[in-house]
């Protein structure tokens, strides 16, 4: 076989999967700012060509309203349907985060489980590209900290393909992560019946040294990091939680138990983020057996700046990750 | 509209009796907690019962409700049974929502009563989302959303309004104006001169009426519906109201002026009504015969609340996702 494996974007993979939603199942609805053909397909044309299919009744372009968006969101599936919301940029979130937090998250909970909110709400982040400090923050951490969310996100097309189709029909509230910079970025085609479950890890590179523990857009990072390890002999072992809330401990601890060292590796800032719990979950466990403690790789304490300088100093790098893995393997 | 002529008996009579029902338990309820039987943060809800009754009167049990927490009379009014909202109310596992809820947060699907939320504004965007659903179904439900005058002050109001208006979607959004948002005066925080007026500016039908007044109520509500099943689109109904104890109970009202107070007692929506139904040969014997049912009825489900268990305390791991949560 000489062929090259079809390759797709990001983007386009999420495109699939609401295509393949939308066909399998009718109370499948997407709605957000300028997502319609008519209005574009969506600022990064993610959501191109789904009204054409499927009508403008099913993918709704909406007010600049992100609270008006999640709450019909929220009504829409509680009578039945799995409404897609997309909520532009990460940091028009806290805009929602009313609906999110104390509805979306809770109505479950505070109806002792009469009725329930299967919502997805796609949106994308992420620092990089000079889009400063209100249009690129990571906030997965506080939607993980919240009971009744699951928070996802992939790191290449087809586990985009998978996990976004997962996340529409789950009957949970899902916040589905997409990164900006990483829209571009190609990868081999799923077949279209691809699914990837919530809730379970992979495992893309295995290693015997030190386990890196990543997520979105961490993961390349953390590949390109343990290419240029192995040159110095260190073996690393990469573990992709793709879904963050809840995440797969097992694969983790499993993953841990075996390299004895660990590194938990995100965009998001560094203080308070998601590392600061599975690292503490990991000396909960493992402590004994560890050669070091847990190490975590993050963001600057820093809104993210504009300056290209400035970006590229606050944010986490390949670098950062090699510096860590030595630091802790002394 | 026809706001001086009745409403025919038998709407009177039902009217009545939901908000007899609703009167005598914000009673019974305030007697409990008084006394230490019950230990809950309680919004009393003596004086708006008229407008609950009219508005739930004019719609069906299929239809949706979404309240908020001063939500006692939207809630009765729409027909959820008293001893599974008592039972709620006391924490218990017979309650709506297994005690999981609490007097906050009733939900009760099978009267139509999907949300009850503790933040002021916040069930506007989400009953547009039932609302949507019954578009898209086009299943012929209406969805009555209900707040106060204090949620036109905040942006979910000016969203969910709009997008409504914007999608034509089945709602009665029904603020009941009781003209004051916890302690502070409507016209100290709130820059137009009615809610009707924002209704308007935001492109909507809206109509403001004497919501304690039973027969003009019904007929506004009635109105309403009818104008969101026929597709047209949603009301914003300003019904003005008044509340006599307070935000809370405990609350004593020294910010509402004393003879501000003593005239809306003078207005009492209740007795108003049962001299209509008096008036139009609705006999002493059966209005007595409706308040002692729903006094019965009251006692019933006060009693049962008192007794039924509470749930165990490891139910808080049931409900957060679609799965049970670990130990």
Redesign the interface.
Known sequence: MTDKPAEIMFAQACNMAMAKAMADDPKV?IMGEDIADEQGGGVFKVTLGLSEKFGT??V?S??I????I????????????K?VAEIMLMNFITVAM??IV??AAK??????????VPLTIRTTTGAGTGLGGQHSDMLEAWLAHV??L?VVAASNPADAYGLLYSSIMD??PVIFIENTPGYFVKGPAPAPDHVVPLGKASVPREGTDVTLIGYGSSISRCHAAADKLAEDGISCEIVDLRTIA?YDEETVLKSVAKTKAAVVVHEAVRNFGVGAEISSRIHEELFSELKAPVGRVGSGYAPVPFSPAIEKAWMFSQEDIEREVHKILG | MANNELADKDVLIDIFTRADLIMQSDIKFRQMIGAGQLQIVYYPVRGQEVVSSAMMAAVNQEDYLVTIYRGLHDQLAKGIPSKDLWAEFAGKMAGTCKGKGGPMHITHPETGVMVTTGIVGSGIPIANGLALGSQLDKDGKVTVCCFGDGASNIGAFHEGLNMAQVWKLPVIFLCQNNLYSEHTPMAFATSSDSIKQRGEGLGMRSVQVNGNDASAMYAAAKEAVEYARAGHGPTLIEAMTFRFHGHLLGDTSHYIPKEEMEQAKKDDPMPILRQQLLDIQVSEADIAAIEAKNAAIIEEASQFALDAPYPPGEEYRIDVLDVEIAA
């Open positions: 609805i009744d099913r709704r909406t007010p309203s992100e609270q008006a999640v709450g019909a969101a929220v009504g829409s599936a509680m009578v039945g349907y409404p009313d609906q104390n509805h109505l479950r909970f505070m109806s002792g489980g009469q009725t329930t009971p009744g699951k009957p949970n809840p």
